[in-house]
């Protein structure tokens, strides 16, 4: 679920990281705006009226809130609805991100700053949909996209560059972000937690959030011009993580029409701990800061209890089977079809994890491969190697992938494929990023997160890479994909190379896998050994 950087430098931008604040305020000042005698976008929602902003062609609305403020006695609450508001609410910036600790240096952020009170969505529309909706219903309808960020469950916001939504809303739909809240405020346990909550459950806040936010676009889209019957959900690494939460989950399953998740699931080689297991963390947290009730808990300073989370030492919260947001284990609700029974696009990418994480530093060698695999595997690494055979370098990078998000996303697109009822398109992305600008050499390969530019549009918004026109050709052709799936449930359109569906048997050996990349090509899948290697060796 994490994104993968050295901290020195940007890996978005291949700057130093001192230069990125210096670099987004070059692109706001130079970002497409409506004129000085523009109109100001308006809509209404349920909680009362918001003025927007035109900007790169669209209407924008931002920093709208779906929920409370979780602040006080609604710290570690379930989300409570937003209260009304009277007049006009201005709706031209983002909302501040949710409490984070500065962890990932590929994370470009455009809120200012971090605070508790940060349940907060942004949507953009094209501009006619919200010009009059009610001149003609049948124009406003457009299907919704929600999409839920990365970053390991403690990290990321609404506000980054590469979600932005205008490119969607171009397309015609009516693109949104949501913040929802991270770490020990999104997913702490507690059995004080549980004993008060009506559902007897506690963590899985951030999950909860979510759900709150699809319930609030389910009330208000017709208000951008959406409609509110045809919602996809997506996300990258923990924000597909979050998609397969939600298809799973009775708070939010009924809502989505669509799924798309890029890199990561809850599935993978251990079961989610309990909430048992969740509760007793929640006690040791809570006996390191000192805090021998709720109230004592809920009167810490924010920014005592993030703090305490730093270090590689500190506790580490994250998914949960609750009994609530989450029955049962993910595994066992998609095995007995109870998710969202909706289409699914999803995969992952080529050097999701590197190589160097098996074979060391040293060099790329059959040697270095077999102590990798002994170190991980002990008595398993012949079976290890036979299953991951060929080339070194490529076996240890595909091997390392795996590890890390590859097969958990696997057994989504397979568990899914076999008991969800409707078409499942699975992909593997390869393109690399080009040089920087500034003559930096071009990756090696499809490392994690960086398809989230290309598949929404937003080559743009990272005006340090050398872009090509061939990777122009594979955004507008990944864009293409996303958007006719969100608009149809199938990503196959005019100019796009066919995109087969999965059948009812599954992810395995010679069914449908689409290559993204340069040469974007449907292939029979040929990774089965990779999968049911692992497989044997997982938890149910």
């Not at 929640?282 to 730093?310: D, H, M, V, Y």
């Not at 999803?346 to 040697?367: F, H, K, M, P, Y």
Request: hydrophobic fraction near 45%; proline fraction near 7%.
């Amino acid at each position: 679920m994490r994104h993968h950087a050295k901290p020195a430098r940007h890996p978005i931008l291949g700057l130093p990281a001192a230069l990125v604040p210096l670099l987004l305020s070059a692109c706001a000042a130079t970002a497409p705006q409506a004129g000085p005698g523009a109109a100001v976008p308006a809509a209404t929602v349920a909680a009362g009226k918001l003025a927007g902003v035109q900007e790169n062609g669209v209407h924008a609305f931002k920093g709208i809130p779906y929920a409370a403020a979780p602040v006080g006695a609604l710290r570690w609450q379930a989300p409570q609805p937003a209260p009304a508001w009277d007049g006009v609410r201005q709706a031209a910036a983002f909302g501040p991100r949710c409490m984070q600790l500065a962890l990932f240096a590929d994370m470009v952020f455009r809120s200012s700053g971090v605070s508790e009170d940060c349940l907060t969505l942004n949507v953009w529309t094209p501009a006619h949909a919200v010009d009059d909706p009610a001149a003609d219903p049948a124009a406003g309808k457009l299907p919704v996209l929600v999409y839920f960020y990365g970053g390991g469950l403690v990290g990321g916001d609404a506000s980054e560059p590469r979600y932005d939504g205008a490119a969607m809303a171009r397309q015609g739909i009516v693109a949104i972000t949501v913040n929802y809240r991270l770490g020990a405020f999104g997913f702490m346990a507690h059995p004080a937690l549980s004993a008060e909550s009506p559902a007897k459950a506690s963590g899985n806040y951030g999950f909860m959030d979510q759900a709150a936010a699809l319930h609030w676009v389910r009330a208000n889209a017709a208000a951008f011009g959406g409609d509110p019957r045809r919602i996809t959900i997506a996300g990258e690494s923990a924000g597909s993580y979050s998609v397969s939460a939600q298809m799973a989950s009775p708070l939010a399953r009924e809502l989505i029409a669509g799924a798309i998740g890029e890199s990561g699931a809850l599935f993978g080689m251990n079961p989610l701990p309990t909430l048992a297991a969740g509760e007793a963390l929640g006690q040791r947290f809570a006996a390191g800061l000192n805090a021998a009730s709720l109230a004592e808990l809920r009167a810490l300073p924010a920014a005592t209890i993030l703090q305490t989370t730093a270090g590689p030492a500190a506790p580490r919260f994250g998914a949960i089977v609750d009994g609530y947001v989450l029955p049962r284990q993910p595994a066992a609700i998609y095995a007995a079809g109870q998710q969202a029974h909706v289409p699914l696009l999803a995969g992952w990418n080529s050097d999701e994890g590197g190589a160097d994480s098996i074979l060391g530093q040293g060099a790329t060698t059959e040697a270095a491969f077999s102590a990798g695999l002994e170190r991980l595997y002990g008595r398993q690494a012949g079976a290890a190697r036979l299953a991951y055979a060929g080339d070194v370098e490529r076996a240890a990078r595909e091997l390392a992938s795996d590890r890390f998000i590859g097969f958990g996303t696997w057994r989504w697109i397979d568990a899914h494929a076999r008991s969800g009822g409707q078409p499942v398109y699975r992909y593997y992305y390869t393109q690399p990023r080009p040089a920087t600008r500034a003559g930096g050499p071009a990756a090696t390969g499809a490392g994690h997160s960086v398809e989230i530019e290309y598949a929404l549009g937003n080559l743009d918004g990272n005006p340090v890479y050398a872009w090509t026109d061939a990777d122009r050709a594979l955004s507008r052709q990944l864009q293409g994909y996303f958007a006719n799936f969100i608009k149809t449930g199938n990503p196959n359109g005019a100019g796009l190379p066919q995109w087969p569906a999965l059948g009812a048997q599954g992810a395995g050996n010679g069914s449908p896998l689409m290559v993204l990349g340069t040469d974007s090509r449907a292939i029979e899948a040929a990774d089965g050994a990779h999968h049911a290697f692992h497989q044997q060796l997982a938890m149910p």
